[in-house]
T-cell receptor, first 115, second 111 residues
Framework: ETGVTQTPRHLVMGMTNKKSLKCEQH?????MYWYKQSAKKPLELMFV???????ENNSVPSRFSPECPNSSHLFLHLHTLQPEDSALYLC??????????????FGPGTRLTVL | KNQVEQSPQSLIILEGKNCTLQ??????????LRWYKQDTGRGPVSLTI?????NTKSNGRYTATLDADTKQSSLHITASQLSDSASYIC??????????FGAGTRLFVKA
C-alpha cells in the first residue's frame, strides 16, 4: 500500500446526483492532488493543494468542487456531471510542491461512471 | 507544446523475455523524468527517477535510460514475469508540481 486511501472505489451516479470522493493520506505530506485518468489518455491534473491552500485549478469545470480541510484529507464534490466525466479519479500526495519533482504517491482511485 | 509520447501503445511478450519501452518528450524546462508502473485497479507507483545528468538508473529488473540531447528515455525490463503485466507511464517534471504524463504502454506478459 502507498499510504494513500480513496473511497469509494467504485461509484455509479446519475447526471442529477450529488456525490463526493474522499482521499486520505497517512504519509505526513503537505501537498495533495486530484487527477482524472481516461482510457488510453494521459493523466490530467485537476487540482493541487499545498498546505491546505489551492495552488492549481487546471481549468476544471465548476461541476467539480474540491475541498481540503487539512493536509491529510482531500475531497472532490461532484454535481450535475456529464457522461464524459466517467473516468478513474486518482488522488496523490507529495512532501510539498516547492522542490522540483517530488515523488507523488497515488491512491488506488475511484472508478466513476455517470449514467 | 509540452508533450510526452510513449511507444508502443501495447505490447505482448512471453514470460522470461526482455522488452524495451520508449518515451520521447518535448518538454521545457526539464527537471527530471520518472517511470511509473500502474497495475490494474491501482494507482501508479514510481519505479525510477532521472535528472538531466543521469544516463542510467536501475531498480531490480527495471533499467531506465535517458538521453537528454535527443529527449528520449527507455525502460528495459529483463527476464519478464507475469507480475510485470501493467501499464508503464513516463512522466516529465518541469519544476515544482508541473508534470507532463505520457499515455502509457500497456504490457501483457503471457505464460
Amino acid at each position: 500500500e502507498t499510504g494513500v486511501t480513496q473511497t469509494p472505489r467504485h461509484l455509479v451516479m446519475g447526471m442529477t446526483n450529488k456525490k463526493s470522493l474522499k482521499c486520505e493520506q497517512h504519509l505526513g505530506h503537505n501537498a495533495m492532488y486530484w487527477y482524472k485518468q481516461s482510457a488510453k489518455k494521459p493523466l490530467e491534473l485537476m487540482f493541487v493543494y499545498n498546505f491546505k491552500e489551492q495552488t492549481e485549478n487546471n481549468s476544471v469545470p465548476s461541476r467539480f468542487s474540491p475541498e481540503c480541510p487539512n493536509s491529510s484529507h482531500l475531497f472532490l464534490h461532484l454535481h450535475t456531471l456529464q457522461p464524459e466525466d466517467s473516468a478513474l479519479y486518482l488522488c496523490a500526495s507529495s512532501q510539498d510542491v516547492e522542490a522540483g519533482g517530488r515523488e507523488q504517491f497515488f491512491g488506488p482511485g475511484t472508478r466513476l461512471t455517470v449514467l | 507544446k509540452n508533450q510526452v509520447e510513449q511507444s508502443p501503445q501495447s505490447l505482448i511478450i512471453l514470460e522470461g523475455k526482455n522488452c524495451t519501452l520508449q518515451c520521447n518528450y518535448t518538454v521545457s524546462p526539464f527537471s527530471n523524468l520518472r517511470w511509473y508502473k500502474q497495475d490494474t485497479g491501482r494507482g501508479p507507483v514510481s519505479l525510477t527517477i532521472m535528472t538531466f545528468s543521469e544516463n542510467t538508473k536501475s531498480n531490480g529488473r527495471y533499467t531506465a535510460t535517458l538521453d537528454a540531447d535527443t529527449k528520449q528515455s527507455s525502460l528495459h525490463i529483463t527476464a519478464s514475469q507475469l507480475s510485470d503485466s501493467a501499464s508503464y507511464i513516463c512522466v516529465v517534471n518541469t519544476g515544482g508540481f508541473k508534470t507532463i504524463f505520457g499515455a502509457g504502454t500497456r504490457l501483457f506478459v503471457k505464460a
